[in-house]
C-alpha cells in the first residue's frame, strides 16, 4: 500500500469498515512508515479538536416543533424520520439549527473572496485560536505597523463582550488584522479589518443600525456584517443566525462599531 492509498482509507479504517486483507495492507505500511503515523496522529487529533472546539447550540424549541411537524408532514421522505438513535437526532437538530434563515444572498463580486476569507479567518481562529487576552497590549502596536492598518481605539470589550486575540491576516494580497471576540454566551465574533481601496459595499441587503447601514449576508450558516469605514472594509462575523441571535449580532456589530476607529496609515 502506498501512503496516498493510506490517507484516503484512513476514515473506513477506523471506522472498521475495510475488508480483512485491506486492513492488513494498511496496517502493515503504517507500522513501518513514519510519515504516515504522523499523518494519523496529526489527523486524530483534527478529530479530537473539532469535536472539542466547534461550538454547538440546542435547537430552540419554536425550531424543534416546526421541524418535527416538517417531518410528519412528509413521511418517508426524511430518512431520519424514521427510528433513529436520540444522539443521531439530536445531532441533526444541531445541524439544522446552523442554517441561515435570512435569504440566501450572493455577496457582490470583489467582495466576494474576502467575505469568504473572512469567514475561514473565523473559522479557523474558532478551532486553534488559543485565547490570549493578555498578549494584545503587546502584540497590537506591531501589528498595526506591519498591517499599515493603525487605529485611533479599538472595543476592548464589556460585559457582554471581551476581546480574546488579534491576528494579522492577509486576503488577496491585502493586509489586515483579524479581532477574535467572545460575547457571554461563548458565541466566538470575527472581527476583520482590510485596506479597503477599490471595493464598495452593494446598496442591497443593508440594515439599519442606529445611525449605520451595513450590509448583512449569510454564508454556509454564517451571518457577516461587511460596511466601509473610510478607506477600510469592515468584516464581521459570527455563527449568530436565528432571528433571535439577529438582535444579539446587532447589537455586538454597535459596540464594535462604535468603539472601533480605523484609520490607514499615508
Ligand atoms: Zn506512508
Redesign the pocket.
Given at each position: 500500500m502506498e501512503?496516498q492509498e493510506?490517507r484516503a482509507e484512513l476514515g473506513a479504517w477506523r471506522q472498521g469498515r475495510l475488508a480483512p486483507d485491506q486492513r492488513q495492507a494498511l496496517e502493515r505500511?503504517l507500522s513501518a512508515?513514519a510519515?504516515?503515523q504522523r499523518w494519523e496522529r496529526d489527523d486524530r487529533t483534527l478529530g479530537r479538536l473539532l469535536v472539542e472546539r466547534l461550538p454547538r447550540y440546542p435547537a430552540p424549541a419554536h425550531l424543534r416543533v416546526r421541524i418535527r411537524a416538517a417531518a410528519a408532514a412528509r413521511p418517508g421522505t426524511l430518512w431520519w424520520s424514521a427510528p433513529v438513535g436520540a444522539a443521531l437526532a439530536t445531532a441533526m437538530l444541531m445541524v439544522l439549527v446552523l442554517l441561515p434563515v435570512l435569504p440566501r444572498s450572493a455577496a457582490p463580486d470583489p467582495l466576494q473572496p474576502l467575505v469568504r476569507a473572512a469567514l475561514s479567518q473565523h473559522t479557523r481562529s474558532v478551532l486553534w485560536g488559543e485565547p490570549r487576552p493578555e498578549a494584545i497590549p503587546a502584540v497590537l502596536p506591531r501589528l498595526m505597523r506591519e498591517t499599515r492598518i493603525e487605529l485611533a481605539k479599538v472595543f476592548e470589550g464589556d460585559d457582554e463582550v471581551r476581546l480574546v486575540g488579534v491576528e494579522p491576516v492577509v486576503v488577496e494580497g491585502r493586509w489586515g488584522l483579524a479581532f477574535s471576540y467572545q460575547d457571554r454566551e461563548d458565541h466566538a465574533l470575527t472581527y476583520v479589518i482590510l485596506p479597503g481601496q477599490g471595493l464598495a459595499v452593494p446598496n442591497r441587503n443593508r440594515v439599519q443600525i442606529d445611525r449605520f447601514r451595513p450590509m448583512l449576508t449569510q454564508i454556509n450558516g454564517f451571518s457577516v456584517f461587511v460596511w466601509k469605514q473610510g478607506p477600510l472594509a469592515c468584516f464581521l462575523i459570527s455563527d449568530l443566525v436565528s432571528e433571535g441571535d439577529l438582535t444579539r449580532f446587532r447589537d455586538h456589530f454597535l459596540r464594535i462599531r462604535l468603539e472601533t476607529e480605523p484609520v490607514q496609515a499615508p
Open positions: 501512503c493510506l505500511h512508515c510519515e504516515c
